[in-house]
């Protein structure tokens, strides 16, 4: 054999490396991009509906992501609170904020790995 | 702030980062997984639609895989020979397998990666 993947693979196209990353608690997927996005439309939209709307998912689907994410934080992640005069409405706490700077974060890292292994490819 | 994740997270709990990885062309996500699954399994039983049946694919989606694996490649990855006395029958390159043992160095390499970010979030 010895032929590199780059020979493998055509010349005239782009290829690089790219991934996902996640948090598991005991074995299952439960943080993600998708929450990440879900508490930051929370964040900037003040409503889990209207989040869930943004990204095109359904309010019980949303509601089991925040229940998820609620269940394995010592303290909520996300708020409710209930309707009335001044409407409700749901925000995101510290907490929530600062497992979205850490996602990020590792991300950036992942993102440098990726790199590294695009230019192996690519070698 | 200044909480950890491992803080914001239950103590009782066990949680480890997990991801995946694929190759894209052109944007376009083309090798990760999916296909490494597919191929094999199509070296082992020399047949996709007995590959497809396992993976609980359709043999539709499976040729569509198989299309874009050979739409990439210098050489085909996969060869079908026509059915007859012989019954016909797929194999994969050596090809596909160069490109499939690479696949699972980078896979390694990731692993090692994924095991220094949960060592980080327990830290």
Redesign the interface.
Known sequence: ?G?S?R?????N??????????????GQ?FFGPGPVELMEKINTTGSINKAAKQMQMSYKKAWEIINMLNT????P?VITKAGGTSGGGSTIT??AK??IT?YRQ?RE??KL?LEN?TEK?NA
């Open positions: 054999m032929k993947v020979e493998i693979l055509k010349k196209k782009n290829f690089n490396l790219n991934g996902s990353l996640w948090i598991e608690c005991n997927r394995n934080a010592t303290r992640l510290d907490e600062a497992i850490w590792a890292r992942f790995f292994e490819l």
